[in-house]
């Protein structure tokens, strides 16, 4: 295959990558960074057609503007990725800058007082400096859901930035462009769009799961994600011998807040009561809202004193809630049932109804008025079971 057939496919192969990226972006307007992947493969792909244009047209065309497209082509893969990871968004202003000075380079050492060895000197510069910016980014934002996809883009960027660096040093000894190195870089190009193809799908999948495993109202997890959760976090537990702590919380009167503020003035108070809860238990802890007007809190790791603790100190600061509504302001009183179990027996079935039980004993001890001071909080410690 020669050189222009070769940048004629990468071409098509650019263009197809951005219309895809564009048609999986309509109507999610979070997608920011695919809309500019998609015209970083735009730019690069025009590039690549001038680049294979007739070799008898003007130089500046087929050499000066098409690598100033390239440039930001690269530029604009940056911003893609900072979007995607929600980090350096002001990177590619600067790498844009760079590309404007190092295109004049281009067209100093392609026309004014031609140079290959400098010319090629001056593109690998922009291109090793876009993809180590990029690869940054890209490695800093793995998480266990996307890991793959990730390390395969930061690899690839990796692998684009060391080609280019093998290639600025290889041109001193023999000044010559390599067909096999262009073939690299351009395929390189191509693997990137791939790799943030799979790193979008990867985050959707990873959303779809988190939305499905959240309830609507509260932000928290719900019942079928906490089943999932605790698993996880009993298995850690047990690792280390520990015991596991529930919270099981249920609002004092919350039908009287829906009779005397309405549903509206409900669902506010369960909105605060969880955010309350967030900012009261530790960060390994777990926070679900059962359905209805009651919460679960799973503490890994924890003793019946700690789980107490907790609880103390989820009443506290729900003593001092106050939700307004509308042009009324209420408080929120709780019970909270507390039991722990040892975590090498542990099932979730069996800490939900202890923790049902405590709560049940706690609600029947303190029957009285929501202006009452607050409801003792009762620790069950049953004997695992042999």
């Keep these: 295959m020669d050189l222009?057939?070769?940048?004629?496919?990468?071409?098509?192969?650019?263009?197809?990558?951005?219309?895809?990226?564009?048609?999986?972006?309509?109507g999610h307007p979070s997608h920011k960074g695919n809309y500019w992947f998609a015209?970083?493969?735009?730019?690069?792909?025009?590039?690549?057609?001038?680049?294979?244009?007739?070799?008898h047209a003007s130089r500046m065309i087929s050499m000066?503007?098409?690598?100033?497209?390239?440039?930001v082509e690269l530029t604009f893969l940056n911003k893609a990725i900072a979007e995607f990871v929600g980090k350096g968004r002001n990177v590619w202003l600067y790498l844009l800058g760079l590309s404007v000075l190092m295109t004049y380079g281009v067209a100093y050492f392609a026309i004014l007082h031609p140079n290959m060895i400098f010319r090629i000197g001056v593109i690998s510069v922009i291109t090793i400096s876009t993809a180590v910016c990029s690869s940054v980014l890209v490695f800093r934002s793995i998480t266990a859901k996307t890991r793959?996809?990730?390390?395969?883009?930061?690899?690839?960027?990796?692998?684009?930035?060391?080609?280019?660096?093998?290639?600025?040093?290889t041109v001193w000894l023999q000044p010559r462009d390599s067909f096999y190195h262009i073939w690299l870089d351009r395929t390189l190009i191509?693997?990137?769009?791939?790799?943030?193809?799979?790193?979008?799908?990867?985050?959707?999948?990873?959303?779809?799961?988190?939305?499905?495993?959240?309830?609507?109202?509260?932000?928290?997890?719900?019942?079928?994600?906490?089943?999932?959760?605790v698993q996880f976090a009993v298995d850690r537990s047990r690792e280390n011998r520990g015991s596991v702590s529930a919270l099981m919380l249920d609002v004092d009167y919350f039908k009287q807040i829906n009779d005397n503020y309405g549903h509206h003035a409900g669902d506010l108070a369960l909105c605060a009561i969880?955010?309350?809860?967030?900012?009261?238990?530790?960060?390994?802890?777990?926070?679900?809202?059962?359905?209805?007007?009651?919460?679960?809190v799973v503490m890994p790791n924890s003793t019946a004193e700690i789980a107490q603790i907790a609880a103390n100190r989820i009443q506290v600061q729900l003593a001092t809630l106050r939700v307004?509504?509308?042009?009324?302001?209420?408080?929120?009183?709780?019970?909270?049932?507390?039991?722990?179990?040892?975590?090498?027996?542990?099932?979730?079935?069996?800490?939900m109804q202890l923790g049902d039980r405590a709560l049940y004993e706690v609600k029947a001890r303190n029957r009285r008025p929501p202006s009452?001071?607050?409801?003792?909080?009762?620790?069950?410690?049953?004997?695992?079971s042999m």
Excluded: K
Aim: proline share 2%; charged share 15%; aromatic share 6%.
């Design 4 to 26: 222009r057939t070769l940048f004629f496919v990468e071409a098509s192969l650019l263009f197809l990558f951005g219309l895809t990226m564009i048609v999986n972006s309509i």
């Design 39 to 55: 015209a970083s493969n735009f730019c690069g792909g025009v590039g690549l057609l001038l680049h294979s244009s007739d070799p």
């Design 64 to 71: 000066v503007l098409a690598d100033l497209l390239l440039f």
């Design 148 to 169: 793959m996809p990730t390390l395969l883009m930061g690899a690839l960027l990796v692998t684009y930035a060391s080609t280019n660096i093998i290639r600025m040093t």
């Design 190 to 229: 191509a693997g990137l769009s791939f790799g943030y193809l799979w790193m979008t799908a990867a985050r959707l999948r990873n959303d779809l799961e988190r939305l499905a495993g959240t309830d609507a109202l509260t932000g928290t997890l719900n019942r079928r994600a906490i089943e999932r959760e």
């Design 274 to 296: 969880a955010e309350c809860l967030r900012r009261t238990i530790r960060a390994g802890d777990l926070l679900a809202r059962l359905g209805g007007d009651e919460f679960l």
């Design 324 to 351: 307004a509504s509308d042009n009324a302001e209420f408080g929120i009183q709780a019970s909270i049932g507390v039991t722990t179990l040892d975590s090498q027996n542990l099932q979730l079935e069996d800490l």
């Design 372 to 384: 009452a001071s607050q409801p003792l909080v009762l620790s069950a410690q049953p004997q695992a």
